[in-house]
């Protein structure tokens, strides 16, 4: 069975372009949740995303969105990068219910210059 | 709002010893779930061990098991027979017990070294 599967697993940004990242959960799991983690913040939650819906939101500007679509798979964008959004950015899928676990992905590096 | 404490930054331990790390969480909630996760350089997030609140049993994976105390909050795990494998950051995670709350708040981290 695939895990989850982010792409690309590293990116360079300059401050002011926009970017979108990719995951894909594991088969079956229909929950997305996106996290930013850096040295300083620690594991941020961004928002997590069920049925093409986003169903929870952390607590981040307006300029980190994300989607869903119905073959599960998501996407996250990060508009007018700044040099603080550079970081790790994980997906974590679950199956939906009380004791759905999450699994995560490898995550995708952004270095914004 | 829900939080996790994790007071030891770093720990070290020789191989084949017992070493604890240790987790404070606060939360007016009864019931919620308790992670261990552990992220290895490769980057990837692994669950090491889950702990439902209902439960008064401490669960245990193999080497692995932790001491849930629910009165005082706190959510330490064991690592028996450390080998060198077990070297990552260690995350400790709550997660309400809520259907549809997936959303994980997690501690700073405890980095461990195994020392051969």
């Known amino acids: 069975k695939a895990g989850v599967t982010q792409t690309p697993r590293y990116l360079i940004k300059t401050r002011g372009q926009q970017v979108t990242l990719s995951c894909s959960p594991i088969s079956g799991h229909r929950s997305v949740s996106w996290y930013q983690q850096t040295p300083g913040q620690g594991l941020q939650f961004l928002f997590e995303?069920?049925?093409?819906?986003?169903?929870n939101k952390g607590n981040f500007p307006g300029r980190f969105s994300g989607r869903q679509f119905s073959n599960s798979r998501s996407e996250m964008n990060v508009s007018t990068l700044e040099l603080g959004d550079s970081a790790l950015y994980l997906c974590a899928s679950s199956l939906v219910g009380f004791s759905g676990e999450a699994f995560f992905g490898q995550g995708t590096r952004l270095t914004v210059v | 709002a829900q939080t996790v404490t994790q007071s030891q930054p770093e720990m070290s331990v020789q191989e084949a010893e017992t070493v604890t790390l240790s987790c404070t969480y606060d939360?007016?909630?009864?019931?919620?779930?308790l992670f261990w996760y552990k992220q290895p350089p490769s980057r990837q997030m692994i669950l090491v061990i889950r702990?439902?609140?209902?439960?008064?049993q401490n669960a245990t994976e193999n080497r692995f098991s932790v001491n849930f105390q629910k009165a005082a909050k706190s959510f330490s795990l064991k690592i028996s027979d450390s080998q060198l494998g077990d070297a990552a950051m260690y995350f400790c995670?709550?997660?309400?017990?809520?259907?549809?709350?997936?959303?994980?708040?997690f501690g700073q981290g405890t980095r461990l070294t195994i020392n051969p």
């Open positions: 939360t007016s909630e009864s019931d919620y779930y």
């Open positions: 702990q439902e609140a209902y439960k008064q």
């Open positions: 995303y069920f049925s093409e819906t986003q169903r």
């Open positions: 995670a709550y997660r309400r017990l809520v259907q549809g709350a997936q959303k994980l708040v």
